[in-house]
């Protein structure tokens, strides 16, 4: 299915900002956070990530990931939702507004989904206001690299990058825990800190003992996107911001 109308959306959720091409290096992840980003997986970001492409500095790798905590084995199983638009925002000129979006769509469902691919395009819409644009620069079926249109796409089921200690982070902020990540909350304990850092940090702590991945194992939903760096930087300084939306 290819749209032949623009379509105009509300962004539901957003995530890290991430400078890149100077490669400042910013950490953070976000998974089931909430009872309504949990209830709605295939809008859930969890990491961006931005870097060279290896062997080639003229060209640039953006990833985002979604759809957190699919377990083990089953992510061939498990597809984009064809109702949100996925974007990479661009900001190239140090304003903190995007000057150019990578959008992503999907058609269907199941091993057969079609991807979409447009951009790297001037958005028509900024902010918490997106509006599908055209026409398509690549198109391909998930969990296949495919190459077209200058750029180099995959999108589909990759393990969790990102390392986490759950059970240390609610020991520091018990606040956090919610009955959607698993951990009860002792209402008398809510805000009281049971530790002061991470398992393996610095730390005076005695038998602190060694961190362990709760991610370890776990799927996501990634969309790759590798182009040629000058179609980001515009007429910019050479220094990018890059964060990504997706939208219902």
């Known amino acids: 299915m290819v749209f032949s109308r623009r379509k105009l959306f509300v962004a539901a959720a957003a995530t890290l900002l991430v400078p890149t091409f100077a490669l400042v ?17 295939g809008a859930d970001l969890t990491d961006v990530y931005v870097f060279p492409k290896p062997g080639d500095p003229s060209k640039v790798v953006l990833a985002m990931s979604v759809h957190p905590l699919i377990p083990t084995g089953q992510g061939p199983n498990v597809s984009f939702d064809p109702d949100v638009l996925y974007q990479f925002k661009i900001d190239n000129t140090g304003d903190g507004v995007e000057d150019l979006v990578i959008q992503a769509n999907f058609t269907g469902t199941g091993p057969s989904q079609q991807v979409n691919i447009r951009g790297p395009l001037v958005p028509t819409m900024k902010g918490n206001r997106n509006q599908m644009l055209g026409p398509i620069t690549a198109t391909g079926t998930i969990n296949n690299v495919f190459t077209q249109g200058g750029m180099q796409v ?5 393990e969790d990058s990102f390392f986490f200690d759950l059970s240390r982070f609610f020991q520091i902020l018990p ?13 008398s304990q809510a805000n009281v800190p049971q530790k002061a850092s991470f398992r393996g940090m610095p730390t005076t702590e005695a038998g602190a003992g060694s961190p362990t991945d709760f991610l370890l194992g776990l799927n996501v939903l990634s969309i ?9 930087i515009g ?10 939306t997706t939208s219902k």
Not at 154 to 158: E, L, V
Not at 224 to 232: A, I
Not at 235 to 244: D, E, L, V
């Open 224 to 232: 790759v996107v590798e182009l040629p760096k000058s179609q980001l």
């Open 154 to 158: 995959f999108a589909g089921a990759r």
């Open 175 to 187: 606040d956090r825990a919610t009955p959607v990540n698993g951990v009860p909350v002792i209402p």
């Open 235 to 244: 007429g910019g300084s050479g220094n990018i911001g890059i964060w990504c």
């Open 25 to 41: 290096r910013a950490k953070g992840s976000d998974h089931a956070d909430t009872p309504q980003i949990a209830a709605t997986p």
